[in-house]
């Protein structure tokens, strides 16, 4: 009998274990399991065809991103089809669409369809991005672009103003903002001489803790927890026309970023920029196009090298947009486009050395040596005298808006416009648990998608780091004054019984009584409301919920 029941109890055991041990094998991870990284990796303006005539220019063989592609994504923005870089980094960073022009702030308007109204109290107002949250997880954080630190894509990660064009405000939030490595080209926006605040930004960088690298030997040698390097006054050189001893590679500053911010043992998040595929495609060039779709996709791989290794990392790759209308195939391939080889696509192309910026480096200064320049380094013998006169007369630093679309014309590459296009675009995503977003999907998902990888709440870093100035501290009993002794450094002024608190526009900093403190986030001004973190409030004797 006791056999007999020790069996059946051992029975019911079995049928118990394998019952759980399904449901644990069946039910998808926790938000956030196993996952502590997150690099998302964005190919600027990079359409469709642009992948494909990468792809082709080195004979076919396959980019590091195709093996992750799994859907598309939807790039409009709150109020237009079309999206600027602005408003899509937004969508990437925060999940909220926004308007042209602004960085992690809200819109005005919302009328696109689909799209909830916006409450007119909540317009312009700053939204935490998941660089934010993630560094209030106690993550290291980083940006690496080939651009200025200030443009679009950086700062819809970074910083918070309803002009992206706003360079003196924009990069002071990224100084302040505690990023762990920051690097890419812009220094010539850093000069005090250049601000009009007239302050050092990097006497300020260094001051922070930062190591200040200018060389690719001085960022190859370091050992810095914290580096700032700036490679060029403003954007960096397509790669094509790269001086390896001058400026790292894209791949390079990614592959130093992750090294370093991988070091954080709570985990990190990352923000690559391939900047300047989009202006190639502005100037319809598409040897720029290449080079850089080139360097970003080593990017990618150097990305993917590391997550497979790591097995907490997420992969993401997205284009915020498409740019130029680019095409396999032009009006003059109408009627044999389908007789056309390869070769006369690809041998006009890979005559190039150079793009069209780094053809316009090697010119006189009277341009008397065109005809000889763009035979050496573009391989074309057979200029036209309307040609010449073009190349000629284009204005300095826009030779690329000529040279690009005459190449173009030999190799049947076809442009509509010098703009962004409104076309979806494709989305790459490498997850170690093999959970990733597929189909079609809007680019705020794409936020969503790092918050819940990384278990982080975009609201509550929101209500954390940006609380309504004028409201709150009147709720406390308090005054609240503009200090206008110095237009160029805005100050909040707040006042209550015999404390006087501080904050300055743009800064993580407070002061108290004339003591200086450091806050867990910047003081945002969106031209009609100061913003806060809620911690301040906790200074005048306030309660943080």
Known sequence: MRTRTVRLWTAVLLVVVLFVASVSWAAPPAAGSGVRNAIILIPDGLSLDAITLARWYQDGKPLAMDEIICGLVRTY???????????????????????????????????????????????????ATVLE?????????????????????????????????????????QVYQGLDVVLGGGYQYMAAKARKDGEDLVQVVKSLGYEYVTTPEELRWSTADRIWGMFAPKDLAYDFDRDPAKEPSLAEMTRKAIEVLSRDPEGFFLMVEGSKIDWAAHANDPIGVISDTLAFDAA?????????????????VVPDHGNGGISIGDGQTSSNY????????????????????????????????????????????????????????????????????????????????????????????????GQRPEGVVENTKVARYMEKSLALNLQQATEQLFVPALAAFRALGAQVFWDES?????????????????????????????QAVTLEGITVFNGKEVYFPREALSLLGGAVP
């Open 77 to 127: 923005s709150a109020d237009a089809p079309i999206a600027d870089s602005a408003p899509a980094a937004t969508a990437f960073a925060t999940g909220f669409k926004s308007h042209t022009g602004y960085v992690g702030v809200l819109p005005d308007v919302a009328a696109m369809p689909g799209q909830a109204p916006i409450d007119p109290s909540e317009a312009r107002r700053p939204v």
């Open 133 to 173: 949250a993630a560094r209030l997880a106690g993550k290291a954080t980083g940006l690496v672009v080939t651009c200025e630190l200030p443009h679009a894509t950086p700062a819809g990660f970074s910083a918070h103003y309803p002009d992206r064009n706003n360079y003196d405000d924009i990069l002071e939030q």
């Open 300 to 316: 990618v791989r150097a990305a993917l090298d590391f997550a497979k290794r790591d097995g907490r990392t997420v992969v993401i």
């Open 338 to 433: 389908d007789k056309l080889t390869l070769s006369d696509f690809l041998a006009p192309l890979k005559q190039a050395k150079l793009t069209g910026e780094g053809v316009e480096k090697k010119l006189n200064p009277d341009r008397s040596n065109l005809v000889e320049v763009v035979r050496t380094y573009y391989g074309i013998t057979d200029l036209t005298e309307e040609e010449i006169k073009a190349l000629k007369e284009a204005p300095a630093g826009r030779l690329n808006y000529v040279l690009g679309p005459i190449i173009s014309r030999r190799a049947h590459i076809g442009w509509t416009t010098n703009g962004h296009t409104g076309e979806d675009v494709v989305l790459g995503v490498y997850s170690p648990s």
């Open 486 to 514: 110095a237009p160029s450094h805005p100050v909040l002024e707040v006042v209550k019984g015999n404390t006087v608190l501080r904050l300055p526009v743009n800064k993580n900093l407070a002061e108290v009584n004339g």
